[in-house]
Each structure stands twice: as C-alpha cells, then as structure tokens.
T-cell receptor, first 116, second 106 residues
Framework: DGGITQSPKYLFRKEGQNVTLSCEQNLNHDAMYWYRQDPGQGLRLIYYSQIVNDFQKGDIAEGYSVSREKKESFPLTVTSAQKNPTAFYLC???????????????FGNGTRLTVT | KNEVEQSPQNLTAQEGEFITINCSYSVGISALHWLQQHPGGGIVSLFMLSSGKKKHGRLIATINIQEKHSSLHITASHPRDSAVYICAVNTDKLIFGTGTRLQVFP
C-alpha cells in the first residue's frame, strides 16, 4: 500500500544536539511538507518542497533545515538553534505542487520529539 | 482572533448520537479540508470541498461560502469515531483550526 512513513515515532534528544526526522513517501507525489503541532494550536508549516532539489521556508522555518535529494524523501533536521524543539512533527505530501491547494494532503503518523 | 475557529473544542457523545462539528473562517478561500487525527497522532483526510455538500459513509460535510462556515456531521456515532477533527482552509496557504476532540462512549 502507498503511504508516508515517518520514523522514529518517538525521539529523545539532549539540548544542543541536532536531530533528523525521516519522511519517506511511495505515492509518487511531487509536493512534500513538514508541519509542527503544539497543544492548543493548529498545525504550522515549517518547510515545503514542490520538486526535487528545491524547497521553501514556511511560517516557522527558523532553527530547522531540510533537503530534497530524492522525490521520495524529505528529511527534517531540528538544529540546536530551534528554541522550543519539543513538539509533534508531521510530514505530508500531495499530488499538486501548489502547496496542497487543490488536492488532498496525505499525512504520516508523526514523530514526537522531546528535547531535555 | 484566529482566522479559522472550530466549535466546540471538546465534545462527548453516546454511541448512536448525531454529531455536528462547526468551522468558521474569516478569510477568502478556494477550498476547505476536514481531517481526522487519531489518538496515535496520524492524520487522515476526510473531505476537501469548495461548495455544497459531500457524503462518505456516515460522514457528511457541508460548506456555505457566503457565510464562511462549514459543518462536519457524523450520523449514528460509534466509539471508533473518537478522534480530533481538524478544519483547514486554502488561502494562498493552508490555515488549520485547533481541532475538536470528540469522544464517543458505548
């Protein structure tokens, strides 16, 4: 079955360490997205990519970095510069390259990152 | 004020009850999404609509563009419907509501 795989499901890191969250999709989707979810808030866009080797900052990109070397993969690195990294991170993809405006989003199951 | 407001924030129901979750927005949109987030955190897209009404099984979504309002209805609710339901609107980006937590008890 096609879908989006995020790993790991839970991740624990010490403050000051960079950490990379994995996101892989086999849906042949062009567009991929990273969202952050915090209690009591709506999902917020961190980065998105419309095509391989290209990506754009979202609303809260500071302290994060991404790469898109393959169509299937869109890893997110949470750097030590991110002030409040503890959160639930969701990866998504869509057929449309137009930031999901005209096609449904497919989500992974998320990674819960805890930084102490 | 948030651009997307959902109500209620929390909802409890007995199995079999008819459920309504509301979403109001203050911006111009091209479409609206209803999403379901399971207790484990994964999100499933339920509907994307830009006008009228859509139905899938026991779920019905309606939208009134003039009134900037959408509703998600669940008929004959079941404990497996327990989840967080999220409304998101398309402007030049997706703006998400904070979700409605639904618990259905047997």
């Amino acid at each position: 079955d096609g879908g989006i795989t995020q790993s790991p499901k839970y991740l624990f890191r010490k403050e000051g360490q960079n950490v990379t969250l994995s996101c892989e999709q086999n849906l042949n989707h062009d567009a991929m997205y990273w969202y952050r979810q915090d209690p009591g808030q709506g999902l917020r866009l961190i980065y998105y990519s419309q095509i391989v080797n290209d990506f754009q900052k979202g609303d809260i990109a500071e302290g994060y970095s991404v790469s898109r070397e393959k169509k299937e993969s869109f890893p997110l690195t949470v750097t030590s510069a991110q002030k409040n990294p503890t959160a639930f991170y969701l990866c998504a993809s869509s057929i449309s390259s137009d930031r999901g405006l005209d096609s449904p989003l497919h989500f992974g199951n998320g990674t819960r990152l805890t930084v102490t | 004020k948030n651009e997307v407001e959902q109500s209620p924030q929390n909802l409890t129901a007995q199995e079999g009850e008819f459920i309504t979750i509301n979403c109001s927005y203050s911006v111009g949109i091209s479409a609206l999404h209803w999403l379901q987030q399971h207790p484990g955190g994964g999100i499933v897209s339920l509907f994307m609509l830009s006008s009228g009404k859509k139905k899938h099984g026991r779920l019905i979504a309606t939208i009134n563009i003039q009134e900037k309002h959408s509703s998600l209805h669940i008929t004959a609710s079941h404990p497996r419907d327990s989840a967080v339901y999220i409304c998101a609107v398309n402007t030049d980006k997706l703006i998400f509501g904070t979700g409605t937590r639904l618990q259905v008890f047997p």
